[in-house]
């Protein structure tokens, strides 16, 4: 098979790789549906990550199931499947409390962007639907896999409730996602930071009440503005920079909450600062597969249609395509078909 392998920054290759075998009786393999290039895919492609030896690339995918092992009973070849970036056994202690991204034997996928993928701990990360979804719904379920629960885990973490004022900082696919999230939970207001204007518009599609084009204390002070003087209830920070990460605590009102999920990148917080906000803050790499029944449920019912952040189709084989369209943000978030 082919697939996506970084050589340096800037350097992504459609190559020729080994078929992937099952390794372990808990393995399966997949053929690839759909699959893309993630936000987080641009660090080492910047050059803002170490890369090392070249290696594959890729987190997202939904496809069919080709092959299981001895041990894997939850899914069956010929089914269409939605996986998380993280895998995980679901049977752990981190698992069963819901902390899948924490499992005991997790492993990050990194080779999704290939025609056919090994999916590690198979019998606790796959969900399968109920029958092949129409193909109207295949962008949405793959943005499932990884942007959409993750926007889902920003909007829980930054505890989103009925009646409430959210910020999103970032305009990312994460962040559009959690827009989504945040309407989807009740809130009465939307406020996403964005200064892109196609960005805008879909944010404003997916649920956004407002949008405040500023950035660091103009734009703390605008959210300040919108939300007489307080502060927002919930922050959503999808970015992962010192910029976002200070714009968020600081457009929290007191006993509001930050939900973090941007991989932070030379992130300080001050302790004192944190300590006198009375800001309540969580994140780290969302549990997706604990989402993935209701996320899947909730696409296929009509009730969320992130399918949108996907602004650029491309077949594989035009993978380095989709990622320079990403790093010059020609596109929000490029999805790849094989």
């Excluded at 697939?3 to 992504?12: E, F, L």
């Excluded at 090994?118 to 092949?132: D, K, M, S, Y």
């Excluded at 899947?296 to 249609?305: E, F, S």
């Amino acid at each position: 098979m082919r697939g996506a392998v970084i050589h340096a920054p800037g350097d992504v290759r459609f190559e020729q790789l080994d078929d992937p075998k099952i390794e372990r009786p808990t393995d399966a393999i997949i053929r690839t549906v759909l699959t893309c290039v993630c936000g987080s895919d641009l660090w080492p492609y910047r050059g803002l990550e170490p890369i090392g030896d070249p290696h594959p690339m890729g987190h997202e995918y939904v496809g069919v199931v080709e092959e299981v092992g001895s041990e894997v009973t939850s899914v069956k070849p010929g089914q269409f499947v939605v996986g998380s970036f993280a895998t995980s056994d679901n049977t752990c202690a981190n698992c069963r409390n819901g902390w899948q991204s924490a499992c005991l034997h997790r492993e990050f996928m990194s080779t999704c962007q290939a025609g056919y993928v090994r999916i590690p701990n198979a019998q606790g990360t796959l969900v399968a639907t109920a029958e092949h979804p129409d193909e109207e719904f295949l962008p949405s379920l793959l943005a499932v896999s990884d942007v959409m629960g993750t926007g889902w885990y920003a909007a829980l973490a930054a505890e989103v409730k009925p009646g409430d004022t959210a910020v999103v900082v970032g305009d990312g696919a994460v962040g559009l996602c959690g827009v989504i999230a945040a309407k989807e939970l009740g809130a009465e207001r939307v406020i996403a930071m964005s200064r892109h204007e196609s960005r805008q518009k879909l944010a404003t599609e997916f649920g956004a009440t407002d949008i405040v084009t500023e950035r660091g204390d103009d734009g703390i002070a605008r959210i300040k503005d919108l939300t007489g003087g307080i502060g927002a209830d919930a922050v959503l920070e999808c970015v992962g920079t010192p910029e976002a990460m200070r714009q968020a605590l600081q457009s929290a009102r007191p006993g509001g909450n930050v939900g973090f999920v941007g991989v932070p990148h030379d992130v300080q917080i001050a302790g004192e600062e944190l300590f006198f906000s009375h800001v309540g803050l969580r994140g780290g790499p969302a549990p997706v597969r604990r989402y993935l029944p209701d996320l899947v449920d909730r696409v296929l019912a009509g009730h969320i249609d992130p399918g949108p952040v996907f602004d650029l189709n491309l077949p594989l084989d035009q993978v380095a395509e989709g990622y320079r369209a990403m790093d010059e943000r020609r596109a929000i978030k490029a999805l790849l078909t094989p």
